[in-house]
């Protein structure tokens, strides 16, 4: 009987270490997914959990860590090869453009403030050459950076065709330049759009109105060499087929499906009906 008060305070005080963990998951995952981050509503922020859980992701802390773990688990394969044998490729289906006021046009121009507070212009990358042009959400989650450490890595692909990168979140300077000294920055131009007012123009945003909340995509706009939106896409998952946006630049069309359509919320093409 002696042992039984002892066998009893082992279990109790078990159960309030397994309660403590679990607290810990929550308080963690809250804290690297911050439902009030700065231009972050519930309804895209709640996408983006629901994202991660569904691949079996609990975020860390280390977004960087986290956004590499996304790409591990979503990216639809490790581009190594050299970029004329990715190209020669016919069996590759290429991600369709889904549709937008802006294809077969030269885009808005814009002008920008990058994480030092230089000003950046779209007008002066297009001058140069092609550009992958990309909203993303910002440091404010796992997944939202991912796109850019994705790009970075094959970023010497796009350069041997003359392709640039730039990416806009509503993210501060001073923010995007803390968020580089913590976890690392990437070499192309990350911009600062005050209030998504330039991912507004492009259709990514949509501001509050009525009883209908604000709402946020990822965006990706391929530019070509003419200064043309050849391809455009958009959805709550960001868009991480490198080998695609390789296609588009080349102006190699892959083989796509002749009865493929995109479904740009999950951005991916899918049969019509």
Same mark, same amino acid.
């Given at each position: 009987h002696s042992n039984s008060p002892r066998w009893g305070r082992r279990l109790f005080l078990g159960f309030l270490g397994s309660v403590a963990c679990l607290y810990g998951v929550i308080v963690t995952y809250h804290l690297s997914v911050p439902r009030n981050a700065a231009g972050a509503t519930p309804g895209w922020m709640e996408k983006c959990?629901? #994202?991660?859980?569904s691949?079996?992701?609990?975020?860390?802390?280390n977004i960087a860590m986290d956004a590499k773990?996304?790409?591990?688990?979503?990216?639809?394969? $490790?581009?190594?090869?050299?970029?004329? =044998?990715?190209?020669? $490729?016919?069996? !590759?289906?290429?991600? =369709?453009?889904?549709?937008?006021? !802006?294809i077969g046009k030269v885009p808005p121009d814009f002008t920008l403030p990058n994480s030092k507070g230089e000003m950046v212009s779209l007008h002066d990358l297009t001058a140069q050459g092609p550009v992958v042009l990309v909203f993303y959400y910002g440091y404010n989650c796992?997944?939202?950076?991912?796109?850019? !450490?994705?790009?970075?890595? $094959? #970023?010497?692909?796009?350069? =041997?065709?003359?392709a640039q990168v730039v990416a806009l979140s509503a993210d501060t300077p001073e923010k995007t330049a803390e968020s580089f000294d913590r976890y690392g920055g990437f070499d192309f131009p990350v911009l600062s759009d005050a209030d998504n007012k330039t991912a507004q123009i492009y259709e990514v945003f949509?501001?509050?109105?009525?009883? =209908?909340e604000e709402d946020l995509k990822h965006g990706t706009f391929i530019i070509d060499k003419s200064g043309k939106v050849v391809f455009? %896409?958009?959805?709550?998952?960001? &868009?991480?087929? %490198?080998?695609?946006? #390789? &296609?588009?630049?080349?102006?190699?069309p892959g083989w796509t499906r002749p009865d493929a359509v995109v479904d740009s919320t999950e %951005?991916?093409?899918?049969?019509?009906?």
């Open positions: 959990r629901e #994202l991660c859980l691949y079996g992701l609990i975020p860390t802390g773990a996304y790409l591990a688990v979503a990216k639809p394969q $490790d581009l190594t090869s050299p970029l004329a =044998e990715i190209l020669a $490729d016919g069996e !590759f289906v290429r991600a =369709e453009t889904e549709a937008h006021p !802006f796992s997944h939202c950076v991912a796109q850019l !450490f994705g790009l970075q890595k $094959d #970023l010497h692909y796009l350069s =041997e065709l003359g949509t501001p509050a109105h009525g009883d =209908e455009v %896409n958009r959805g709550y998952q960001p &868009f991480i087929d %490198n080998k695609s946006i #390789l &296609f588009w630049l080349s102006g190699q %951005n991916k093409p899918v049969a019509a009906k």
